[in-house]
C-alpha cells in the first residue's frame, strides 16, 4: 500500500509540476523550446548578375586637338563572391558611344567601348562600395579632307563605385571610370593618337 501511494505521490508532483510550467508559459500559448536567436537577415551580393547602364564620357584625343564627349550607354554582366563584408567579383561591359568632336579639319569619335575588369568592395548589409581595375578596348575613328580612317585599341581602366540593393533581385549603381585607349599610328594625322576619357554612368542589375 505504501509503495502505492509513492507512486501516486510522484504522478501528482509530476502533473503539478508540468502544469506550472505551462502556466508560466501563458493561457493557450505552445510551449516552444529554447532556442539561439537567429541574426538578422544580412542582403547578399553573392552571384550572377546582368544589367544596364547609361551616362557622359568625356575625354582628349593624344597628339590631336579634338576632345570627345558625349552619351554612352551599354550592358555590363558579372559574377559577386562574398566573404563576410568583403565582396569580390568580375564584371564585363559594352557600350555604345556617341562621343565625338571636330576640330579645324579634325574629327575624332568613339563609337564603341568596352571593358573587363575585377572587382573589390566592402558591404554595408545592402549598401556596396567598390573599386575596379583591369582591361579596356574600343574603337577610335579620326576623319579630315573626305578621308576616314579607325582602329581598335586595347588599354586600361580604373575606378570606383557605389551599389545599393533595392530588392532581393534589384539593385542599382553610379560608378566612375577613367578609361585609356593606347595609341595608333594614324596616316591621316601623321601622328600617334589615342583617346583617353572619363566616364560617369548609373545602372541596375539584376541578380539571379
Do not use: C
Not at 508540468?18 to 544580412?42: C, F, H, K, M, R
Not at 581595375?133 to 585599341?153: C, D, K, P, R, V
Not at 578609361?179 to 554612368?201: H, K, P
Amino acid at each position: 500500500m505504501s509503495r502505492i501511494v509513492l507512486v501516486a505521490a510522484a504522478v501528482i508532483a509530476a502533473v503539478w509540476t508540468s502544469s506550472v510550467e505551462g502556466a508560466d508559459l501563458g493561457y493557450g500559448q505552445p510551449y516552444q523550446p529554447y532556442t539561439v536567436n537567429q541574426p538578422l537577415n544580412i542582403y547578399s551580393w553573392a552571384g550572377p548578375y546582368l544589367g544596364g547602364n547609361v551616362g557622359w564620357n568625356w575625354g582628349s584625343v593624344d597628339n590631336n586637338p579634338t576632345k570627345p564627349s558625349g552619351l554612352v550607354g551599354g550592358a555590363q554582366a558579372g559574377y559577386n563572391w562574398q566573404t563576410g563584408p568583403w565582396v569580390f567579383g568580375v564584371e564585363a561591359d559594352i557600350q555604345g558611344n556617341g562621343a565625338s568632336d571636330t576640330f579645324a579639319p579634325w574629327k575624332f569619335s568613339n563609337p564603341w567601348f568596352g571593358t573587363v575588369r575585377g572587382r573589390a568592395g566592402y558591404a554595408l548589409n545592402n549598401i556596396l562600395f567598390y573599386g575596379t581595375a583591369g582591361l579596356a578596348y574600343g574603337e577610335l575613328q579620326g576623319q579630315t579632307f573626305g578621308l576616314s580612317e579607325s582602329h581598335t585599341n586595347a588599354g586600361w581602366t580604373v575606378g570606383l563605385g557605389a551599389e545599393v540593393g533595392l530588392a532581393r533581385n534589384w539593385s542599382a549603381k553610379v560608378e566612375y571610370l577613367f578609361v585609356d585607349l593606347n595609341d595608333s599610328n594614324f596616316v591621316i594625322t601623321g601622328a600617334q593618337n589615342g583617346y583617353s576619357f572619363g566616364l560617369l554612368r548609373a545602372g541596375v542589375n539584376y541578380r539571379f
